[in-house]
């Protein structure tokens, strides 16, 4: 009997601080503080510095370790050997933070983007990238509801909408944008050039005709899922059954669909839709586009799944429109990677700065964690690769968060001592309220 050989799963050694180098790349000292005296957050260096600050922000809140201001001081004074008084602390937390963590993930995305972690396949060579939209709904105190009104509530309630466009080649976001809730999902996605030999996978929250015409008009592609109210005329049949199957050019898709027996219809189809007109004396015209329509029977659910697409039969089967649309799955681990281990909805706070940064500091230990785990892919045998999936991968970095943060420091320079910590317990463990009456003193001290 042949035997089948092992995998190789012998765990490389790898260069002394290859991690730390790498995060120091990235955000380095120098543009750190670059960043932050561009916004403003440091005008003059006292105890609190934007690299100590950034990377305590990143790995102590984005990671469960602080849930407050209070905690993520104290994280701060361990890791820098300093003692800081709370108005000096709290006081940093303002727009210009806000404003410097914003430039951060920008900062990150465009050198994200700069390197391709992953490759398309061949079937999409023609392409330059997969991008997914969605958004996620961040619950908040009432007491916001004028700057970030809730959608559908009956009572006075307030929410955030975290818009995300994720790139498949980059495997991280590429931009990233907060609005209030009751937005609607039209108005956080601005179709451009930026789209040009892209797809974009679009769910039905952002269904509209006329986004699909833009997309092509800009040379982008797109795939959807057809909305259920959308009847669109069959133009044209791409292919076709033995025996006596029913005739479907001519006819709308609610005509055909339930007598359908095929397992498989692709087709052309005739959409409606009015559009924009600047130049006439109307604001908007009738006009018509011609796209495909796939639709494939699922077996579980026994009924076609239908989408709408403009890629071409010869670059995508049916069946590869269907797989390829069941990528959005990326963009919900995302979602939960964000909120179950980076604390994207734990937002205890009526301070609008303070809502917005936390935000921002969770997206940033997203490009973090995701840094980290393209080295760990990048450093370990092929075989292997596979198996570090990203939500198992993210439960790790977030229980070694803390030890990584002592190593970047001490990268850039900073030590934690025993002494250092020793300070922050003797400082932080007292009541601040002095006089307040302690009944056990009466009885044992």
Not at 66 to 90: C, F, M, T, V
Not at 156 to 174: D, E, F, R, Y
Not at 327 to 346: H, N
Request: aromatic fraction near 10%; glycine fraction near 2%.
């Amino acid at each position: 009997m042949k035997k089948t050989k092992e995998p190789n799963t012998e765990i490389p050694p790898y260069e002394p601080d290859i991690i730390e180098k790498d995060l120091c790349t990235l955000f380095s000292p120098e543009w750190l503080n670059q960043a932050a005296r561009e916004t403003g957050l440091i005008k003059r260096e006292r105890k609190v510095t934007a690299v100590e600050m950034f990377w305590v922000l990143v790995n102590s809140y984005g990671v469960h370790l602080a849930r407050n201001l209070a905690n993520i001081k104290r994280n701060y004074e361990k890791s820098s050997n300093k003692k800081l008084s709370d108005s000096s602390w709290y006081e940093r937390f303002t727009p210009e933070l806000v404003a410097f963590l914003k430039l951060c993930v920008t900062h990150a995305i465009e050198q994200l983007a700069l390197e391709q972690t992953k490759v398309l396949n061949q079937k999409l060579s023609k392409f330059q990238d997969v991008l997914i939209q969605d958004s996620t709904i961040i619950r908040l105190h009432k007491s916001l509801a004028k700057k970030w009104p809730a959608a559908r509530s009956r009572t006075v309630a307030a929410g955030v909408k975290v818009s995300i466009l994720v790139s498949a080649v980059a495997n991280s976001p590429k931009s990233i944008s907060i609005h209030a809730e009751s937005t609607n999902e039209l108005k956080t996605l601005r179709i451009g050039p930026w789209i040009k030999d892209r797809i974009l996978l679009i769910d039905l929250g952002f269904y509209k005709h006329q986004i699909f015409a833009r997309i092509e008009q800009n040379g982008g592609y797109f795939v959807s899922r057809l909305k259920g109210n959308a009847d669109p005329l069959i133009v044209d049949l791409h292919n076709t059954c033995r025996g006596n199957s029913i005739d479907v050019k001519g006819k709308r898709i609610s005509e055909i669909l339930p007598k359908l027996k095929r397992r498989i219809l692709d087709v052309d189809v005739e959409i409606s839709f009015r559009r924009q007109n600047f130049n006439g004396k109307s604001k908007t015209r009738l006009d018509t586009e011609i796209f495909r329509l796939v639709a494939v029977f699922n077996e579980d659910e026994t009924k076609y799944h239908v989408y709408l697409t403009n890629i071409s039969k010869d670059v995508l089967s049916p069946e590869n429109v269907a797989k390829l649309y069941g990528a959005r799955w990326d963009i919900e681990l995302i979602f939960k990677e964000l909120k179950s281990r980076y604390a994207l909805d734990v937002v205890n706070t009526k301070n609008t700065q303070i809502v917005e940064a936390y935000i921002w500091i969770a997206v940033l230990t997203l490009f973090i964690s995701r840094r980290i785990y393209s080295l760990i892919r990048k450093y370990n045998p092929k075989e292997m690769v596979a198996r570090y999936t990203q939500l198992r991968w993210s439960t790790i970095f977030t229980e070694n968060a803390d030890r990584q943060l002592t190593l970047i420091l001490r990268y850039c320079g900073i030590e934690r001592t025993l002494e250092t910590v020793m300070n922050v317990y003797s400082s932080q463990a007292l009541d601040p309220h002095v006089n307040r009456y302690r009944f056990r003193d009466d009885w044992w001290s």
